[in-house]
C-alpha cells in the first residue's frame, strides 16, 4: 500500500497580498500577528508566542503570523 500524502482535513486560509503599511516601521526579527481579515496588527514580538498571546487578548481566533527578516521581506507561517 502506497501512503497517501500529507494533506490538511481543512483548507488553508488564503493569503491575499499584504498592505505594506501593516509592516511598516517594524523592526527586522519581530513576529507580527494579522487579523484573519487581514486589515489589521493584532500581535507583535520577540517570538511567535508573544505576538500569538497578544493576539488572543484581543480575541482574534485565527491569525496569521508573519516574520520580518533581517532583509525586509516578510516570511508568512
Known amino acids: ?3 497517501l500524502p500529507f494533506c490538511y482535513t481543512n483548507c488553508m486560509p488564503v493569503v491575499k497580498v499584504l498592505n ?3 509592516l511598516a516601521g517594524l523592526p527586522p526579527g519581530t ?3 494579522i487579523s ?3 486589515e489589521r496588527v493584532v ?3 520577540a517570538t511567535i508566542e508573544e ?3 497578544q ?3 484581543t480575541g482574534e481566533k485565527n491569525p496569521s503570523i508573519i516574520g520580518v527578516p ?3 521581506s516578510a516570511l508568512i507561517l
Open 51 to 53: 505576538a500569538l498571546r
Open 36 to 38: 484573519e481579515d487581514q
Open 43 to 45: 500581535g507583535t514580538g
Open 55 to 57: 493576539a488572543k487578548e
Open 70 to 72: 533581517d532583509d525586509g
Open 20 to 22: 505594506d503599511k501593516l
Open 1 to 3: 500500500m502506497l501512503p
Open 31 to 33: 513576529w507580527v500577528a
